[in-house]
């Protein structure tokens, strides 16, 4: 696993030593970063990524890489995410870390640009975790949303979202939403 991009391109990163993190891979990564870059210029640096269900926190690494002024890598457990965050100590002022269910996530201290948020696969988890960001204003109106499920998942956006496209990769399907409310 490594930075596909960027300042810290080539960048290897410490992989999960469990199967529990799936991390997204490279191609996809690749491709959504252009898609980013399409939609949102190439000044990144004013921009906040928040990467839910952040795992290995690799594409919250990699948002920082491209060029992120700023990053939240959010899980339940940050043990594997805090070996890769720990390879960053020159960038240590522009990533947070949150231990957190992001079913059950408080009260927003600032709003993101930008979500990618890549749950379990077949869990259920994707649609209440977006409802929670949603509710707890973690998002700026209009920001861009990536939400990775399996590809045959169905995941149903919840109010507040609106689809903009779908696109798949692999195991992957990943939907494009903007938040509108």
Sequence with gaps: MRII??????????????????????????ALFNIIRSRLGNDLSVLMLM????????????????GFGEVL????????????VALFPQEKDKINV????????????????????DAPY???LTEQALQ??????????????FIEVEKNED?????GFS????RRYGLAKVIIAEFVS
């Design 5 to 30: 991009g960027g300042k810290y391109r080539g960048k290897k990163l410490v992989s999960p030593d469990t199967n529990l993190v799936r991390p997204t891979s490279d191609r996809a990564r690749e």
């Design 132 to 145: 929670q960001a949603a509710a707890q204003r973690w998002l700026k109106t209009g920001a861009l949303c």
């Design 51 to 66: 990467d839910v269900f952040a795992g290995s926190g690799a594409f919250g690494l990699e948002a920082l890489s491209q």
């Design 155 to 159: 995941c149903l956006l919840p109010e």
């Design 98 to 117: 949150l231990t957190a269910d992001a079913r059950k996530l408080g009260k927003a201290p600032k709003q993101y640009d930008v979500l990618f948020m």
């Design 73 to 84: 890598l959010v899980d339940i457990d940050c043990r594997p995410l805090q070996k890769n």
């Design 122 to 124: 077949l869990k259920g």
């Design 163 to 166: 689809m903009v496209e779908e």
